[in-house]
């Protein structure tokens, strides 16, 4: 079982940065593939970056390619993704999933997720 709590979060302007953690409690953590996904209000959940159990690969969303950065301390049992030249429309609510099903940009590979941070980009 992992428990996964984000924080970071909060309100920023366009252009700025902001930096999200995900700590990880329970066994096993530098076995799974971390991924963010984010949801905005009336729109569906949608994958935003992911990292394999080792840090060595790392997956991003078209739409965040060049200005997020994912990254995990397996010593620590967080990941973190680094936000930056944000836009309005990166609004959302952030969550980070664990899991080890299959392609880490799909929400069904996951199985454990947190309960979100919301992040919202004033223009």
């Known amino acids: 079982q992992v428990q996964l709590v984000e924080s970071g979060g909060g309100l920023v302007q366009a252009g700025g940065s902001v930096r999200l953690s995900c700590a990880a409690s329970g066994r096993f953590f530098s076995s799974y593939g971390m991924g963010w996904f984010r949801q905005a209000p009336g729109k569906e959940r949608e994958f935003v970056a992911a990292i394999s159990f080792s840090g060595g690969v790392t997956y991003y969303a078209e739409s965040v390619k060049g200005r997020f950065t994912i990254s995990r301390d397996n010593a620590k049992n967080t990941v973190y993704l680094q936000m930056n030249s944000l836009k309005p429309e990166d609004t959302a609510v952030y969550y980070c999933?664990?899991?080890?099903?299959?392609?880490?940009?799909?929400?069904?590979?996951?199985?454990?997720w947190g309960q979100g941070t919301q992040v919202t980009v004033s223009s």
């Open positions: 999933a664990a899991g080890n099903r299959g392609p880490l940009f799909t929400t069904t590979s996951y199985d454990y």
